[in-house]
């Protein structure tokens, strides 16, 4: 039975009084991530906005176990972490590694290719915020098509952001699953299900940011229920390379309807310079994702 | 100066603790205020909605009925005004109340 938001559990491994900004989508990130794991998990963090909120020594603003990593060696500090826990007999800790959008799709690339490919006994968790956030706003890999970062040309980003889901599938890991902070008991239910598999799995997490897309703190939640309606990010999950939609996309999918990405964006100061073509194209862009993802949840 | 080896500190871990950004409700310019007369958890006296727990990102509003906002560390970025179904939850300016200020009154000389 799915999940519902008066039977996700009272404790918290999150403490007030943390460095994060006002509004930031990471607690709601964290505070479902470590409910669903009751827990009992090992984390490994990058340099990224998740350091931040985790505080500088000697106190931290989280009760799990949180190792900072180098930037590039996430998944390999999280891979050691798990063969020693697995050597250890502690059976019942998960080894979370959790980064920004940077430490997994441009930076920890590498690291977390190798672990993937190893079968590493991890979950990766990459929480987009689509570009450096906590460095000063620059671009990243997932940047989206027609954003503007202080790092790319004034009128927007003229690439569009990496595939990291497909990027991750293409390694034949068990589980892949994207989920949003704007559906906490989706979020929950994958976590979970993650957990008790075996193996590396790898979930990617929609993570609106007020600072640097240019919004008001308030919206946190709409922006990320909005990423979801227009279709922007797709929830979806793929078990042993059988892929389907889930939650709101499923229903989307099934009635067909989707609202379009300007309604999204119109309140984000990152697109406010965006042309109407870069706009379009960025539309464009969605609708073709869309179209394939809901082909492939009714193929396979 | 003492060398890194003869450093008295045993570990290098950091232990857990509230406030470890300080007080963080200092952030703040609007206060979030429930007005228990509209919250479908504080009509019905019991555990039901729960939507401003759920997405509070900073933890501070309780599991109760009606919601408790811990207004030390609360950083009033107002998603719980936002995500509330019956708009029980109003953001109050924090100065509200208090006489404005005017430049004579300072004695900044600008």
């Keep these: ?300 | 100066m003492v060398e890194t080896r003869h450093c008295e500190q045993q570990t290098a871990m950091s232990w857990p603790c509230a406030g470890e950004g300080g007080r963080t409700g200092d952030w703040r310019s609007m206060k979030p205020v429930l007005d228990p007369a509209k919250c479908i958890a504080a009509k019905k006296d019991s555990i039901v909605c729960m939507l401003c727990w759920v997405f509070c990102p900073d933890n501070v509003i309780t599991r109760t009925a009606p919601p408790e906002i811990d207004l030390e560390y609360c950083k009033g970025c107002g998603i719980c005004m936002e995500v509330c179904p019956s708009q029980a939850i109003t953001m109050v300016p924090e100065n509200e109340g208090q006489p404005a200020l005017n430049v004579e009154e300072t004695g900044c000389d600008v």
Excluded at chain 1, 94 to 117: K, P, R, W, Y
Excluded at chain 1, 157 to 177: F, N, S, T, V
Excluded at chain 1, 235 to 247: K, N, P
């Design chain 1, 1 to 300: 039975m799915a999940t519902n938001i008066l039977s996700l559990p009272e404790q918290e491994f999150m403490l007030p009084g943390n460095r994060a900004c006002a509004g930031c989508s990471i607690g709601i990130i964290f505070r479902h991530v470590t409910k669903a794991l009751d827990g009992k998990a090992a984390f490994v963090v990058p340099a990224s906005c998740f350091t931040v909120l985790c505080g500088m020594y000697p106190s931290s603003s989280v009760t799990v176990p949180i190792i900072n990593s180098v930037f590039p060696g996430t998944a390999a500090c999280a891979s050691g972490l798990a063969a020693s826990l697995e050597r250890q007999g502690k059976t019942d800790m998960t080894v979370v590694a959790m980064a920004g959008d940077g430490g997994t799709a441009d930076i920890g690339i590498q690291a977390l290719s190798g672990a993937a490919e190893r079968g590493a006994n991890i979950l990766f968790i990459c929480y987009d915020n689509e570009a450096y956030m906590n460095t000063g706003t620059q671009r990243s890999g997932m940047t989206p098509l027609a954003a503007r970062t202080s790092t790319t040309p004034t009128l927007g980003k003229i690439q569009p952001p990496k595939d990291m889901p497909a990027i991750l599938e293409a390694h034949g890991i068990p589980y892949i699953a994207t989920a949003s902070p704007g559906y906490p008991t989706d979020l929950y239910d994958k976590v979970q299900k993650a957990r008790d598999i075996r193996g590396t799995r790898y979930m990617h997490l929609s993570a609106p940011c007020p600072a640097g897309w240019h919004y008001e703190a308030k919206d946190t939640v709409a922006m990320a229920k909005l990423a979801v309606e227009t279709g922007t990010f797709i929830l979806a999950e793929t078990v042993e390379g059988v892929y389907r939609l889930t939650g709101r996309s499923l229903s989307m999918a099934k009635a067909g309807k989707r609202k379009p990405v300007r309604e999204f964006i119109r309140t984000q100061g990152r697109f406010s310079r965006s042309s109407e073509e870069a706009l379009d194209e960025l539309q464009q862009w969605v609708d073709n994702r869309w179209e394939a993802a809901v082909h492939r949840h009714e193929t396979s």
